[in-house]
């Protein structure tokens, strides 16, 4: 066998990975979740900048996002070969019409902890397609063992999207005051939140539990 084709299994072994799988909307409508690959980079691009230039709940403003397909494929080849990191889309009439990713964080101390990122065509919002990403998300998660807890931020005015992250067992933790600064100049908080997904297995040596307790001063 080929040094090429054992590289290609070897990269195939460690890839998140869902199976592609139809679901539907409130309406009934069929859409498909499936995994993204570096192909989907140019369709992938042209749903980002559709939805960032609508520009509700987002961080940019609708001329600041420029990404390229290179940078997009590149984008998503990083989340392929790393085994707790996703991009699921979702597709309807072989269109992309959203997405849902997840990256964790690149230190050990924080490496059993990630953030999502969510978003869609304006056109396929309040039809349950929301709904959908985040579970998938959530269940696919729950398969990774070293995976503990989800996080994201989400801009304050953004109520129907915190309202549904609320749904799915989101908890605010705290948030980032006057976070952002809209071209009107009002103003906005990151609203910080986070799902434990599976319970704590803290341990110090063989089976003594370890306190995280904070030593006492000049101690």
């Given at each position: ?19 592609s799988t139809?679901r ?5 409508s069929?859409v498909?979740?499936?995994t993204?690959?570096?192909e989907?980079?140019p ?13 509700e ?14 940078e997009?494929?590149e984008?998503?080849?990083t ?15 072989n269109?992309i019409?959203g997405?849902?990713?997840f ?13 999502l ?7 396929f919002?309040s039809r349950?397609l ?10 696919w998660?729950?398969q990774v063992?070293?995976?503990e807890k989800i ?17 799915f067992?989101?908890e ?5 005051l ?8 009002s103003y906005?908080d ?17 089976g003594?539990?370890?306190e ?8």
């Amino acid at each position: 066998m080929r040094l090429s084709h054992l590289r290609a299994l070897n990269n195939s072994a460690i890839m998140a990975h869902i199976d592609s799988t139809i679901r539907h909307l409130k309406d009934g409508s069929e859409v498909t979740l499936r995994t993204g690959v570096e192909e989907d980079a140019p369709s992938l691009l042209a749903t980002l900048s559709n939805y960032i230039s609508e520009n509700e709940g987002m961080v940019w403003e609708p001329d600041e996002y420029r990404k390229s397909e290179q940078e997009i494929g590149e984008w998503i080849r990083t989340m392929r070969e790393n085994p707790k990191e996703i991009l699921i889309l979702a597709t309807s009439n072989n269109e992309i019409i959203g997405n849902i990713d997840f990256h964790v964080g690149a230190r050990k101390r924080i490496a059993h902890v990630g953030e999502l990122g969510m978003g869609m065509l304006p056109a396929f919002r309040s039809r349950g397609l929301g709904s959908l990403l985040l579970d998938r998300l959530i269940r696919w998660a729950k398969q990774v063992p070293e995976l503990e807890k989800i996080n994201l931020n989400v801009i304050s005015t953004n109520e129907r999207a915190i309202g549904l992250y609320r749904k799915f067992g989101f908890e605010e933790e705290g948030r980032r005051l006057r976070e952002f600064k809209y071209s009107n100049g009002s103003y906005a908080d990151a609203v910080l939140m986070g799902k434990i997904i599976r319970p704590a297995s803290v341990h110090f040596g063989s089976g003594t539990q370890f306190e995280t307790t904070r030593p006492e001063l000049g101690k």
